[in-house]
């Protein structure tokens, strides 16, 4: 097949189009021919003009991938994957299926916005010590070990994002991640409900576990197309957004949505400016920050978007400690709100997830646009490293070492943010003797000219080809494998599919 010839494995968001990138757009057109699930090819149909368009159904993902690889033949091919391609996603198939048949530098992961970031965003919900995601599909995963999964995740107190909750035939699973997620009722966490996230008949309400155990009319109302969102440590729940408390019964009309009152005519926006290149900026926070009167923000951030943006730009920095410059852009931003002026706050990656947005979001009642996050683009730059089960956690708390050996024998990827690369010492020696040989990758400034990666195996945690500060680490699942250069982690297809 042609060298020239590309396969881009894209992430299109959770659905509306103002949640795709541009350059998951790019890559779209870039593309002869275009794979996916029938329901996200009809998310983008009017990208798919003029081009060769293969659909399966559901349960028919193996075919897709293969056929995007037999596809190379013909052209450069997009296999289309909902959400961001390493959450669950067509990432570590498409990886799969390709390695030995194409070198792997001619594919591309494109991330995406993923749904619980994107449903945290809509909430007002912002993680700043950790989170878990999880399946409760036991499909491609035994079930006793996603149970083993929820368990360490609940003992931590970490907040949990649970995926494919519950379907049709598929019911009792919830009930027992729900058991776990109480210590069989000794606690009761908030829980949010977030129904068709981006997409038509959208509809979010907070209610708590133990109600959810107890009423089998709010359990039925969560399906294949809902996230939940368990309360845990660290998760600060933000105000001023129309997902109320014990809103539920999945109103689908404006009321239900979970915008901030004002939406794109708000006069202040926080806006995650994801990994570094704007061709990674939703469509939505490329157009407010086309838009924006004022930009404020760190410097890096205000740089990354300079060929975006058209307003007057200003970091505070120099302006005394970190909550100092907060502070000044928080009264920035009210000022130039009173003056009729629209502005937007600039924060890296997304910001539900380890960012200081929620010190901005509750004073100034500001609308959230989510961002491509950190571990998304260190994924794709990566491989496939997360696919299944994972877990983010902050690396700057004493306890990451502990925390990172405890998820990683449960069964967890796990991706630590805020690493030193020259400091990961204590971390190599909590968790290298787990498994020397599976592998990690490090990243810094994903995405941005000064990008540099490392990829290892854990006997070598410690010793990264690079020093610098602001890298992300990840640390792949148990089922990952190092194939020219890239991590993929299996997802599990091999023990139903033939391939």
């Known amino acids: 097949m042609p060298s020239e010839n590309r396969l881009y494995i894209v992430g299109i968001g959770p659905g509306e189009r103002g949640q795709m990138t541009r ?21 983008v149909s009017d990208l798919l003009v003029g081009k060769k368009v ?8 193996v075919e897709r991938a293969k056929e995007a690889v037999d596809l190379l033949e013909e052209g450069s091919v997009a296999l289309i994957s909902s959400g961001d391609p390493n959450v669950y996603g067509m990432a570590g198939l498409g990886l799969e299926v390709a390695s030995g048949r194409v ?18 965003c809509r909430a007002g919900v912002t993680f700043t010590e950790s989170v878990a995601a999880i399946s409760c599909s036991d499909l491609l995963t035994p079930w006793n070990k996603i149970e083993e999964r929820a368990r360490v995740a609940s003992e931590l107190k970490m907040p949990m994002a649970i995926y494919n909750p519950r379907s049709r035939r598929r019911t009792w699973q919830l009930d027992r991640v729900l058991e776990i997620a109480t210590f069989d009722g000794e606690r009761d966490p908030k829980v949010l409900v ?83 290149d704007p061709r990674h900026l939703t469509l939505d926070a490329e157009e407010i920050i086309e838009r924006s009167d004022l930009l404020l923000g760190a410097e890096r951030h205000l740089c990354a978007v300079r060929g975006v943006s058209k307003g007057e730009t200003n970091s505070h920095e120099g302006k005394g400690e970190f909550e100092d410059r907060i502070s ?158 890239k991590i993929i982690n299996r997802r599990g297809y091999q023990t139903k599919y033939y391939y």
């Not at 293969?54 to 993902?61: A, F, P």
């Open 54 to 61: 293969v659909s399966t159904g559901m349960g028919r993902e």
């Open 194 to 276: 977030a129904k068709n996230v981006a997409r038509e008949g959208e509809a979010l309400f907070w209610t708590r576990a133990g109600e959810m155990l107890e009423g089998e009319d709010l359990r039925e109302e969560v399906d294949m197309f809902t996230l939940l969102i368990l309360e845990g440590e660290g998760m600060v729940r933000g105000e001023g957004t129309a997902c109320d408390e014990n809103r539920r019964r999945g109103a689908a009309g404006p009321e239900a949505r979970s915008h901030p009152a004002g939406g794109h005519s708000a006069r202040v926006h926080v806006v995650g400016t994801g990994p570094g």
């Open 103 to 120: 070198d792997l530098s001619r594919v591309e992961v494109v991330p995406g916005i993923s749904s619980f970031s994107a449903a945290a």
């Open 328 to 485: 000044a852009r928080v009264r920035a931003a009210e000022e130039a709100a009173r003056l009729g002026k629209t502005a937007s706050i600039l924060f890296g990656g997304d910001p539900s997830t380890f960012s200081s947005s929620w010190r901005v979001r509750a004073p100034l009642k500001a609308q959230v646009s989510s961002g491509v996050g950190a571990f998304s683009a260190a994924a794709a730059r990566l491989g496939a490293p997360l696919v299944n089960d994972f877990a983010l956690i902050s690396g700057l708390s004493e306890e990451t070492p502990w925390r990172a050996r405890r998820l990683l024998e449960g069964g967890f990827a796990v991706v630590v943010y805020n690493q030193n690369s020259g400091r990961m010492d204590c971390l190599a020696e909590a968790v290298s003797d787990l498994d020397p040989e599976r592998p990690f990758g490090l990243v810094q400034d994903a995405t941005r000219p000064d990008e540099r990666i490392h990829i290892g195996r854990g006997a070598d945690l410690a010793r990264p080809s690079f020093e610098g500060r602001r890298c992300t680490l990840i640390l792949a699942g148990p089922e990952a494998r190092m194939t020219e250069g």
């Open 23 to 43: 350059r998951a757009i790019e890559a779209i057109s870039e593309a002869k021919s275009v794979v996916g699930y029938r329901p996200y090819l009809d998310l």
